[in-house]
């Protein structure tokens, strides 16, 4: 089993910044990927951010795309995700995930576990 813990949420005024991080311990020289997700109530978990583990090669979704940075820890075994000019329609539960399927998907169904999750909340 792999277990992950977010943490780095929190309340923040609309242009401000948050680095989220996501601890993880178990198989982690398993993993193909991580990744961020997001979900607000109400609506479907949304795809943010991955990273392939072996190579450092990112992927964004269209949320994301230049505001937000993933990067990884490997020593640690952390991966940690930088949003600058957040947005209050950024508010959601945040999640990492893992995956060790050797595929680019991006939909939920293709990560095997699964944080959590850490509040970010931005207020206008």
């Known amino acids: 089993q792999v277990q992950l813990v977010e943490s780095g949420g929190g309340l923040v005024q609309a242009g401000d910044s948050l680095r989220l991080s996501c601890k993880t311990s178990?198989?982690?020289?398993?993993?193909?990927?991580m990744a961020w997700f997001r979900q607000a109530p109400g609506n479907p978990r949304q795809f943010v951010a991955q990273?392939?583990?072996?190579?450092?090669?990112?992927f964004y979704g269209d949320s994301a795309k230049g505001r937000f940075t993933i990067s990884k820890d490997t020593a640690e075994n952390t991966m940690s995700l930088q949003m600058n000019n957040l947005k209050p329609e950024d508010t959601a539960v945040y999640y990492c995930?893992?995956?060790?399927?050797?595929?680019?998907?991006?939909?939920?169904?293709?990560?095997?576990?699964w944080g959590q999750g850490t509040q970010v909340t931005v207020s206008a």
């Open positions: 995930a893992t995956k060790t399927q050797s595929v680019l998907a991006i939909t939920p169904p293709a990560f095997d576990y």
């Open positions: 178990g198989r982690s020289r398993s993993w193909y990927s």
């Open positions: 990273i392939i583990w072996s190579t450092g090669s990112t």
